[in-house]
């Protein structure tokens, strides 16, 4: 069982920065693809971005694309999304996900962290 830890949640203003982390337990990280996803009150969780085992493919939600960055490092198990230009609608409660079977997209999370929740006030 894969355990997932995100961090680096909190309250910024409009336009500001944020960097999300997400620590995996399993030496089987490096196998993993990674998402981020994300749940706004009242609304379902929409999918944010994602990066293949390796980090050789990313892919991001239109509404976030060219303002997050996803990342990772397998060394280190961990997995990150840089948020820059944060507006008010980007504000959630962030989860990363991982498939353990390594998939692209389409993907299969079948492992989920707690959340980590993100407030951008205008």
């Known amino acids: 069982q894969e355990r997932l830890v995100e961090s680096g949640g909190g309250s910024v203003q409009a336009g500001d920065s944020l960097r999300l982390a997400c620590a995996a337990s399993?030496?089987?990280?490096?196998?993993?693809?990674m998402g981020w996803f994300r749940q706004a009150p009242g609304k379902e969780r929409e999918f944010v971005a994602a990066i293949s085992w390796n980090g050789g493919l990313e892919d991001y939600a239109g509404s976030v694309k060219g303002r997050f960055v996803v990342s990772r490092d397998n060394i280190k198990n961990w997995v990150a999304l840089q948020m820059n230009s944060l507006k008010p609608e980007d504000t959630a409660v962030y989860y990363c996900?991982?498939?353990?079977?390594?998939?692209?997209?389409?993907?299969?999370?079948?492992?989920w962290g707690q959340g980590t929740q993100v407030t951008v006030s205008s």
């Open positions: 996900a991982a498939d353990p079977g390594g998939r692209i997209w389409p993907s299969n999370y079948e492992y």
């Open positions: 399993s030496r089987a990280f490096g196998s993993y693809t």
